[in-house]
C-alpha cells in the first residue's frame, strides 16, 4: 500500500480508495489522510497565530503569494507577510474596516493593492491595503458568502448572496445596490 503513496501526492486518489472498497476493507478519511501525509517528503507547517475564533476565508495574493489575507468569526481582516510569517515571529496587520459579523470570502484585486472581504453582515468591505483603510462599503440585501475580482478590470468585481443573486458592481460608481447589476437565479 505505502508504494502506491508517492511523494506528496499519489497516482489516483479515487483508484486507491476504489481499490480498498473492492478489497472489502473500507479506508476511514483520517486514516487515508494520515497515510497520505507521512508520504511527504518536503511538507512544512507554520502556525500563523492571530484570529480569536474560526477562521473562515483566506486568500493568497497574486504576486506569487507574497501576502495572505484572513478574515472569519471574530470579524477583523489580518494582512500577513509571508515571508516575515513563515521565518519570524510577526504578527499580521489588521486593516481598519471591521465587519459586524462573520466574515467569509475575501479577494485581492490584481495589484494586491485592495481587498475585498465579505460576510454575514450584508456587506462588502474595499480595504486599501497601503494605506490599511477603508476605502468603500457595498451593501447586500443578505449574507455574502463569495467575491470575485474581474481579471481585466479591478474596478469590477462580484459577490454573491444568500438571497440567491450574484451583483456586479463598478467601484468607480457610488455604492448602493440600485448601481449593482444583479444577476438572478433562472428557476
Known amino acids: 500500500m505505502m508504494k502506491e503513496l508517492q511523494g506528496?501526492?499519489?497516482?489516483?486518489?479515487?483508484?486507491f480508495l476504489s481499490r480498498r472498497e473492492l478489497t472489502g476493507q473500507p479506508l476511514l478519511k483520517d486514516e487515508f489522510?494520515?497515510?497520505?501525509?507521512?508520504?511527504?517528503?518536503?511538507l512544512f507547517k507554520k502556525d500563523m497565530l492571530g484570529h480569536f475564533g474560526c477562521v473562515n476565508a483566506i486568500e493568497?495574493?497574486?504576486?506569487?503569494?507574497?501576502?495572505?489575507?484572513?478574515?472569519?468569526?471574530?470579524?477583523?481582516?489580518?494582512?500577513w507577510n509571508?515571508?516575515?510569517a513563515l521565518h519570524a515571529r510577526s504578527k499580521p496587520v489588521k486593516l481598519k474596516g471591521e465587519h459586524?459579523?462573520?466574515?467569509?470570502?475575501l479577494a485581492f484585486d490584481s495589484t494586491n493593492r485592495k481587498v475585498f472581504s465579505g460576510g454575514n453582515d450584508e456587506q462588502v468591505i474595499l480595504h486599501d491595503v497601503e494605506?490599511?483603510?477603508?476605502?468603500?462599503?457595498?451593501?447586500?440585501?443578505?449574507?455574502?458568502?463569495?467575491?470575485?475580482v474581474s481579471p481585466v478590470n479591478d474596478n469590477v468585481f462580484a459577490s454573491s448572496?444568500?438571497?440567491?443573486?450574484?451583483?456586479?458592481?463598478?467601484?468607480?460608481?457610488?455604492?448602493?445596490?440600485?448601481?449593482?447589476?444583479?444577476?438572478y437565479k433562472g428557476y
Open 33 to 42: 489522510q494520515r497515510r497520505r501525509m507521512a508520504g511527504c517528503s518536503s
Open 100 to 105: 459586524l459579523s462573520n466574515i467569509f470570502c
Open 131 to 148: 494605506r490599511m483603510e477603508t476605502i468603500n462599503v457595498f451593501l447586500h440585501i443578505d449574507a455574502v458568502y463569495s467575491l470575485s
Open 82 to 84: 509571508m515571508e516575515e
Open 8 to 15: 506528496c501526492g499519489m497516482r489516483s486518489s479515487v483508484g
Open 161 to 183: 448572496s444568500d438571497d440567491g443573486r450574484v451583483l456586479i458592481w463598478d467601484t468607480r460608481e457610488p455604492p448602493s445596490t440600485a448601481n449593482a447589476v444583479a444577476l
Open 60 to 79: 493568497f495574493s497574486n504576486n506569487g503569494g507574497e501576502w495572505l489575507v484572513s478574515g472569519g468569526d471574530d470579524r477583523r481582516v489580518l494582512l
